[in-house]
């Protein structure tokens, strides 16, 4: 409710005079008069002659203390909220880099996840111990996390499911080091930073592990950007229906369409000319299924976020924010997108 809701307007054709004070004499409320009937006693005011017709509304008399009106103003210009400029060179400079890592040598291509892991979580660490007070043990999650890449990329994802427990068993005893205050919301924070970072990224190294691997890696990625690229450029021309208000109040249900439509049309693309053996409408379902994974990981850490009270999770990556604002959609992705070509194409 709003303050103008608390009272009617004035109705046109009477005029409210300054404040003149409580003290006898002042004029009362009521249609507008001359001033000179101010200064009369009341009882020496001649009747008023009602005509047969009502009198047209009269226009308010200006008063001194009442301001003009201001001159509309032309609405403001959408702003993307960040420098363009940054963000796309730096988004240009880390694509070289994993491309390159990525058909050049395999084995530095999983030492890129494996740094990106470890910052992401240094990140969500530093910003949960600094917001909320709590401290999820980063030793044994950044070494669990390396070798829950490395796991997976040697051993599977039976490698994997062993690094994540053994990961989680070297927090809780960790973290028996400390007092015992806060205990229970230390180890859990820390299972879940290493469920959340490192296990998600995971299955990148899967992906990598199939004979067309860096492929399937360069779809998951290209997918990924174009559904944000086209949420992104959808939603900042077209968008007027918030999609999440409440937890993220810049999304709209017409940037997720842009997402849905970008997605599906790079997804067929993909399976066609990248992915042996994949055919075009099993693109069009990745593609669908990447645009609902990407959104609802951005909504995912915008919830996070919210809930710390922060804007990004760090400031490594100019444009960007830090390495998490990177991986919120790529993280929940990457095991719908392996899951999938599993699916339609095989394991490679």
Known sequence: ??????????????????????????????????????????????????PDTPAPPQEPMPSASQPAPAAPQPAPKKSAGRDLGAAIGVGVGLGAVIIASLFIV????IGVIAVAVVVGLWELTSRLEERKGIKAPLVPLAVGGAAMVVAGYVRGPEGAWVA???????????????????????????????????FLATFVALMLTADDGAWRVLTFLLLTVVSD????????????????PRISPGKTREGLLGAVAFAMGAGAL?????????????????????????????????????????????TLLPGHGGIMDRLDSLLPTAPVVWLLLVVFVGSG
């Open 270 to 314: 993909c399976m066609e000319f990248l992915i042996e053996g994949g055919v075009w409408w099993q693109g069009l379902l990745i593609g669908l299924a990447v645009a609902a994974s990407a959104t609802l990981g951005d909504l995912g850490e915008s919830m996070i976020k919210r809930d710390l009270g922060i804007k990004d999770m760090g």
């Open 229 to 244: 690229t086209g949420a992104y450029a959808i939603g900042w021309r077209f968008g007027t229906h918030k999609l999440a």
């Open 1 to 50: 409710m709003n303050d103008s809701s608390w009272g009617a307007r004035p109705t046109a054709g009477y005029w409210v005079p300054p404040d003149q004070g409580s003290g006898q004499g002042a004029p009362p409320a009521g249609p507008a008069y001359d001033a000179q009937d101010v200064l009369l006693p009341s009882v020496t005011q001649p009747m008023p002659v009602v």
């Open 164 to 198: 994540m427990a053994l990961t989680a068993l070297a927090v809780l005893v960790w973290r028996m080091t400390e007092p015992p205050e806060g205990y229970l919301k230390d180890v859990t924070a820390g299972v879940f930073a290493a469920f959340y970072v490192p």
């Open 106 to 109: 395999k084995a530095v291509f």
